[in-house]
Structure formats: C-alpha cells, structure tokens
C-alpha cells in the first residue's frame, strides 16, 4: 500500500512538472542526455577530456535545436499541445524509471514487499513483457532484484 501511495504522489508530481516544462524541453532534455552519452562513447579518442567535451557539445547542440522547436511552437500557439504533451511524457518517463529503477532498489529487502503493490506489479507486468524494450536498458544487477521482488 505505501508502494502504490509513493507511485501515484509521485507521477502526480511528474505530471505536474511535465505540465510547466512542456514536451519540448522534456523530450530534448531526455533525448540530450541519451544522444550525448551515445556520442561520448562512441568517440574513439576518450583519452583526457575528450570525452567530456564530445557529451558537452552533442548535449548542446540537442538542447539548442529543443529551443528553436520550442520558438516554432510558440509562434503556431501550440503552446497548450505541448504542454499537455509534457504532462504525458512526465509521467511516462517517471513511471519507466521508478518502476524499472527506484522501486525495486529502496523497496526489495524491507518490510514494504513489491508484491503487496497492485500498481507495481501491473506496471511493471506491462513494461517487461508487453513491450519488452525496456528489459535492454536494465543493468544484471537490478534484474537480479527486480526478480528478488516479484517472488
């Protein structure tokens, strides 16, 4: 029960959120975190600072083109769209990281069991094996505990 109380205060927080930044900054954010870390990476000279400055710039230049979408959107009054936009994708992304992340980290373990939560385990049913995507990004060691939870 203190499972499903922490989800839905949260996701209301995130929906809130969403609502003020919008979809546009809160899809460049998220797409300039991912894409930098990707350029970073993939950059074959990582030695000193280059990998810094290679996630700087790629973040940048993400964040930038957000902006000019951003100004594009103002200037068509798309303003309420996006922001009914970002309230969604707030809450999406929340769920994904707290379900997938928090949850199983702070939760698995103490007298709080995964398995008294009926959000939990409905949400987390759905995101590994309807759209199984998500099992990619989950490192072993949280799979581990995830598997721990749900017993």
Same mark, same amino acid.
């Given at each position: 029960?203190? +499972?499903?109380?922490?989800?839905?205060?949260? !996701? %209301?927080?995130?929906?809130?959120? &969403?609502?003020?930044? /919008?979809?546009?900054?809160?899809?460049?954010?998220?797409?300039? =975190?991912?894409?930098?870390?990707?350029?970073?990476?993939?950059?074959?000279?990582?030695? =000193? #600072?280059?990998?810094?400055? %290679?996630? !700087?710039?790629?973040? #940048?230049?993400?964040?930038?083109? /957000? &902006?000019? $979408?951003?100004?594009?959107? *103002?200037?068509?009054?798309?303003? +309420?769209?996006?922001?009914? &936009? =970002?309230?969604?994708?707030?809450?999406?992304?929340?769920? !994904?990281? *707290?379900?997938?992340?928090?949850?199983?980290?702070?939760?698995? &373990?103490?007298?709080?069991?995964? =398995?008294?939560? @009926?959000?939990?385990? $409905?949400?987390? @049913?759905?995101?590994?094996?309807? %759209?199984? !995507?998500?099992?990619?990004?989950?490192?072993?060691?949280? /799979?581990?505990?995830?598997?721990?939870?749900?017993?």
């Amino acid at each position: 029960m203190a +499972i499903d109380i922490f989800l839905t205060l949260t !996701v %209301v927080l995130a929906v809130w959120l &969403g609502w003020f930044a /919008g979809f546009t900054r809160t899809f460049f954010a998220f797409l300039a =975190g991912f894409l930098a870390v990707f350029a970073a990476s993939k950059y074959p000279h990582q030695k =000193g #600072l280059n990998f810094y400055l %290679v996630f !700087v710039i790629t973040a #940048l230049l993400v964040i930038m083109s /957000g &902006g000019v $979408t951003l100004r594009l959107i *103002s200037f068509f009054y798309l303003n +309420i769209l996006d922001r009914i &936009g =970002g309230a969604a994708l707030g809450a999406c992304i929340w769920l !994904v990281v *707290s379900v997938n992340i928090i949850i199983p980290a702070v939760f698995c &373990g103490t007298y709080m069991s995964c =398995g008294q939560s @009926h959000i939990y385990k $409905t949400v987390s @049913h759905v995101m590994q094996f309807e %759209v199984t !995507v998500f099992k990619d990004y989950i490192s072993q060691s949280l /799979g581990r505990i995830m598997i721990e939870c749900r017993k």
